[in-house]
């Protein structure tokens, strides 16, 4: 650093330290002022997350043929698993709307489902756009998630 530069230097690390801010006094406001840079990370909310099975008996299948496993970043069947790509609130409380990316039995696609989450948390129901019906899920006990 040169002669000159060092003052300016000072009067900058001064003014900085002295409007410095405990992470306690931050708000969300001050951290996220409306639009970023920074990328967004797409997450299944909690309620939605565990292993699910389309009736309390096939929770204790150890193969879990028919079961469904929601994890923070995607959707696993026994087959075939799907990539969150994207999940938005879908209009009713506990109701999400999310584009999956799916890979398996040696094919790829698109999908996007509405899942809505029992009041209880104890089932959800899941239906695809364009496509007429619904499967619903009861959550099994809970299990170690592994996080992708």
């Known amino acids: 650093m040169n002669q000159k530069s060092a003052p300016l230097f000072a009067i900058l690390i001064g003014a900085f330290a002295?409007?410095?801010?405990?992470?306690?006094?931050?708000?969300?406001?001050?951290?996220?002022?409306?639009?970023?840079?920074?990328?967004?990370?797409?997450?299944m909310?909690?309620?939605f997350r565990g292993k699910w099975a389309p009736n309390s008996a096939n929770c204790s299948?150890?193969?879990?043929?028919?079961?469904?496993?929601?994890?923070?970043?995607?959707i696993d069947f026994y087959e075939s698993g799907?990539?969150?790509?994207?999940?938005?609130?879908?209009?009713?409380?506990?109701s999400i709307r999310m584009k999956l990316?799916?890979?398996?039995?040696?094919?790829?696609?698109?999908?996007?489902?509405?899942?809505?989450l029992a009041e209880d948390g104890r089932s959800v129901r899941i239906s695809e756009d364009g496509r007429e019906g619904s499967a619903t899920?009861?959550?099994?006990?809970p299990f170690a998630i592994k996080e992708y």
């Open 18 to 43: 002295s409007t410095a801010l405990s992470a306690q006094e931050v708000s969300h406001s001050d951290w996220f002022p409306g639009s970023s840079s920074v990328t967004e990370e797409e997450v």
């Open 45 to 47: 909310p909690s309620g």
């Open 61 to 74: 299948d150890p193969d879990g043929v028919e079961n469904m496993f929601i994890y923070a970043q995607g």
């Open 82 to 94: 799907g990539r969150l790509d994207r999940v938005t609130q879908a209009g009713q409380t506990r």
């Open 101 to 116: 990316a799916f890979e398996g039995e040696g094919g790829f696609w698109d999908v996007i489902w509405t899942a809505t």
């Open 137 to 141: 899920y009861v959550k099994c006990p």
